[in-house]
Structure formats: structure tokens, C-alpha cells
């Protein structure tokens, strides 16, 4: 292996004058369900709104004078491309970063805002990393690689140094994974403290190490759709999975109903706005409280998130803990059958969100209707009451 912790202080050293030492709050609800102390490692709050300032600056500081001259090239969709652009920034470096097409534009914004320029190339991350690379072929620009490079991965690794200071009597770190590079720098803390057991966790729909693990190489894995952009990356980077082999405690795997949970829960709870990769620790913290040795610090390495996607992941994460629920309630075309329903609705204390009026479906008769309404309830009892009660009730349930 080629990193050690010395290669982290070092480059915490570098970095000491750039990137804020985020706080370690401590969190009285996840302690509360998890029987002990929890506390929240918040690179949220870090510039550029994530953990990747660190590895870009410290990767972009260690280039020779004539390699900085022709420029840094990068692809991604969000935190990398900030990371990058603010570190090229700050270095006097000119930055291209290449943003698939459709990229949520407060993260293009955000990323010219640091003076980078940008160009847009297929529909993901992946082609516009071939774009990424055939940029550096002609004109000779570094590529910065998101996880799969010695200087981003003891950059990424500060934030582990950072929690042993705040926290000497730290006993487990839960850490979002993706490509590696944040997960193997934080663990090679374990060379010094191998008392401290350091947990990576995935999206359950895109996980590539535990496979990459089982095989002892980093294979593909299946990507399937996930709200955790930031942690979805299909082949684990050569590097990072040698250290996470050898250093990491374990992997494990959350869903996205824990996610979006979790998102909620950080913001109702501890006021914390976080991207769904940046809440993945918190949701295999809500998955299997009982499970990290404390105190436990959960990593929120990133909060940048799009305002539409957060009412999305909100909506989605209200009706996984009962406490949003759409029906749809078929029937035949009479005056007041709509005022019926929302009589009753109201009779079990249910708030009415929305409601929309269907009288073209295809699979309804004629002089039928379908109404959709969308109601908040007060968790998975009371939503399971509503529907059984509005059934025998004689409502049309669909
Ligand atoms: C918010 C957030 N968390 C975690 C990760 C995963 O980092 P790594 O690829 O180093 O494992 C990323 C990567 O982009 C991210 O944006």
C-alpha cells in the first residue's frame, strides 16, 4: 500500500489555510435511538458545500508549475466539479469540467461561480468522463480523478484526523462510499487507532464493494436508480479498495426509504440540510441503531442539494414513515360523493394536501370518476386506520 497516515498529516497541513474545520455536533436524537452518543461530522457545512475540496486542493497543490499551467480537467455532475473548480480557483489553475447534459443547474452555477468553465457531454458522469479524457489528450490538462488517486485519498482522509481531535474517544465512524476515495482516507487513521472501527455505507440499488470485496478485486456492480448520486459509482477505484480491503471493518447497504428518512430526520431533528449521499450514515444508523459501537460519528459529507430533488426525497420519505399518503378513490359521477369523501376524511383527522379530479382515465366507465387525493397522516397506524376505515366506510379504494 502507498498511503499512510503520515500522508494524511501532511496533507493537512496544506490544507490548513484553505478548507474550515467543520463542527462535530453532538445529535440528542440519533443518541437517543441509537443508546449512544451520536454526533455529526458536518461537511455539509465545508466550502463548496461538501468533503471534495480537500482531495481536489490537495491534488491540484501537488502538480508541477508547468503541468498547473496547462489547466485541470475533471467530469462530474455536482461535488467533485465544485471541489475542483474552487481548489483550481484558489491555485491560479484554469479548470474544464465536463457536466453531463442536464446537470441540476444550481451545481452548474455554483461551478462557473468558481470560475471554471464548463462543458456539457452525454447523459452521465460516464461519458462525460471520456470527454473528461480526450480534453487531456489534446491539450495536455490534468485530469483530476473523483477517488482513484494517493493525493485525493489522503486529502479526502483529513476529515478522519479532524474527528480524532475533537473526539479522542471515538468508536465507530460511518462513512458514505462511492468510489472509495473519502471512506480509505478516514481509515487509514485505524494505523494509529485501530481501536476505531470505520463502516462504509452504500445505496442497497448501487453498491459495487461488497461484490468488488467478496471477489478481492474491484469489479462492476449493477446500478440500478438511487436518489444518492454522490455515492452511486459502478466500479470501486483501484486505490481507495486496496486500503478499504485491508482497513475497513465493513460495508453495509441502505435503502432508499432509510435515506429519505434520514434526510427528513436531519432536518426536523438536528436542523441539518444534507444531500441523500451525505445522510447515507445516518440511514444505516436508523436501519440498525444497535449496531456501532459508540460514541458514533456519522460522516454528512455532503449537503448540496437541488431544491426540487429535496421536495421530492421530502415527499418520498413522509410516506415511507406513514406520514404522507396518495389515494385514489373510484366513484360513480353523483353530486356531494366528493364532499362524502372529504367529510369523512376529515372526520379521522386527516389533512387534505391536494386533490385532483378524473373523468378521462381509460379503464374508468362512463359516469365514473377518479379522484387522487394526497393527505397527511400521523404515521403508519393511523395511515393503515384511514384506509381501512374509508373502506368500510364504502369508499372505493384503488
Ligand atoms: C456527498 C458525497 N458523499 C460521499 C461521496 C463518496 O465519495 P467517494 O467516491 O470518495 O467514496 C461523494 C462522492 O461524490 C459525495 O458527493
Redesign the pocket.
Request: glycine share 32%.
Given at each position: 500500500m502507498n498511503v499512510e497516515l503520515r500522508d494524511v498529516e501532511q496533507a493537512r497541513s496544506l490544507l490548513d489555510q484553505v478548507v474550515e474545520e467543520t463542527p462535530l455536533a453532538h445529535s440528542r436524537w440519533l443518541s437517543t435511538r441509537a443508546q449512544v452518543p451520536v454526533f455529526l461530522k458536518c461537511e455539509n457545512l465545508q466550502r463548496t458545500g461538501?468533503f471534495?475540496i480537500r482531495g481536489a486542493y490537495v491534488r491540484i497543490s501537488r502538480l508541477s508549475a508547468a503541468e498547473r499551467s496547462r489547466g485541470v480537467v475533471a467530469a462530474s455532475a455536482?461535488?467533485?466539479a465544485q471541489g475542483v473548480a474552487l481548489a483550481a480557483q484558489l491555485l491560479a489553475c484554469k479548470a474544464t469540467i465536463v457536466m453531463p447534459d442536464g446537470a441540476a443547474l444550481p451545481k452548474v452555477q455554483a461551478t462557473r461561480g468558481y470560475g471554471a468553465q464548463i462543458e456539457f457531454a452525454g447523459a452521465g458522469v460516464t461519458e462525460a468522463l471520456l470527454r473528461a479524457q480526450e480534453i487531456a489528450e489534446q491539450t495536455g490538462a490534468v485530469l483530476i480523478h473523483?477517488?482513484d488517486h494517493e493525493d485525493v485519498l489522503v486529502g479526502?482522509g483529513t476529515v478522519g484526523l479532524e474527528i480524532l481531535e475533537q473526539l479522542p474517544d471515538v468508536g465507530t465512524i460511518v462513512v458514505?462510499?462511492?468510489?472509495?476515495?473519502?471512506?480509505a482516507g478516514i481509515a487509514l487513521l485505524r494505523e494509529r487507532r485501530p481501536d476505531v472501527r470505520v463502516v462504509g455505507v452504500q445505496a442497497e440499488d448501487a453498491a459495487a464493494y461488497p461484490g468488488s470485496l467478496a471477489q478481492g478485486r474491484p469489479v462492476r456492480g449493477t446500478m440500478g436508480p438511487t436518489m444518492a448520486d454522490?455515492?452511486a459509482?459502478a466500479q470501486p477505484g483501484l486505490i481507495?479498495f486496496e486500503v478499504i480491503a485491508d482497513r475497513l471493518d465493513e460495508v453495509v447497504t441502505v435503502s432508499e426509504e432509510s435515506m429519505s428518512q434520514a434526510l427528513i430526520g436531519l432536518l426536523e431533528r438536528a436542523k441539518m440540510l444534507v444531500?441523500p449521499?451525505?445522510a447515507a450514515g445516518v440511514a444505516a444508523l436508523l436501519e440498525r441503531p444497535e449496531a456501532f459501537a459508540g460514541p458514533v460519528v456519522s460522516v454528512l459529507?455532503?449537503g448540496n442539494i437541488d431544491a426540487l430533488v429535496l421536495l421530492d426525497v421530502i415527499r418520498h420519505g413522509l410516506a415511507a414513515a406513514g406520514r404522507f399518503m396518495h389515494l385514489r378513490v373510484r366513484f360513480s359521477d353523483r353530486p356531494g360523493a366528493l364532499v362524502r369523501l372529504l367529510t369523512d376524511l376529515a372526520a379521522m383527522g386527516v389533512n387534505v394536501v391536494d386533490v385532483a379530479h378524473d373523468r378521462s382515465a381509460d379503464s374508468l366507465g362512463v359516469r365514473e370518476v377518479e379522484v387522487a387525493v394526497e393527505v397527511a397522516t400521523r404515521g403508519p397506524e393511523h395511515r393503515d386506520e384511514v384506509r381501512e376505515h374509508l373502506t368500510s366506510l364504502g369508499h372505493q379504494l384503488m
Open positions: 461538501s471534495k455536482g461535488n467533485h473523483p477517488f479526502q458514505p462510499l462511492g468510489g472509495g476515495g473519502l471512506a454522490g455515492i459509482v481507495p444531500e449521499s451525505g459529507s455532503g
